[in-house]
């Protein structure tokens, strides 16, 4: 490439997306060829299911939102991007790689990197000060969790999201479903054709 033209400021703007991208994805993939079963894909979801999962949220009544799986932060980025200044994202990942690679590439104050399991939910909000959370998203992949913590996990999820609240849940297979329905009042669905796999999308409302 000519110099001058690789020297603009678009051509640098562009060049660290893409560092970034291929960065993450990089971190990414090795985490599932680390620990394939927790993991449970090979690159991270897409912008459309982001854009459609995130959809259904009241920005302006989100004080506490929490984020099970964040794997490399995918979906932290459009969440801090569309949060109030005053309210607070906590992410709750297994894999401690992906946590300190959080660490290090989100440098924003409402931005918490819990190194636990979202089973312990309740115990790592309350840690940070919190009593409620009003909205719970999960990327984790339900199907291929150990024996009884699928159902422990979305238990425990209804029990820490305030009245009004919602679980976001997306999916390759429907199983979160199945243990989200004995909890949650209300829990529309959807479908994102654009990732990779195609995946469902839950949203369980927990009634007022
Ligand atoms: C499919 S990846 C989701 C990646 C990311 N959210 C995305 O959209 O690209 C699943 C993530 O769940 C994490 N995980 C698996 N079991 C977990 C558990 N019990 N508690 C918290 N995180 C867990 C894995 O380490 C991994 O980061």
Redesign the pocket.
Known sequence: MNNSIAKTPFVSRVRQRLQRLFGAWGVFFK?FLK?PV????II??SAATVTKMLEPVHWDKCDLFVE????VG??CRPVLERMKPDATLVV????PD?IDYLRKTIGDSRFYAVHG???DVQQIIRDLGHEKADYVLS???FST?PDQ?GPKIAKETYDVIRPGGAFLVYQFVKKARDYMAPHFDQIDNGYSLWNILPCHLFWGWKSK
């Open positions: 985490g620990h927790m993991v449970g894909s991270p979801s099970y799986g964040p794997g995918t979906f709750i990942d297994l894999n992906f399991s979202a089973a990327g984790l992949p969790l913590l």
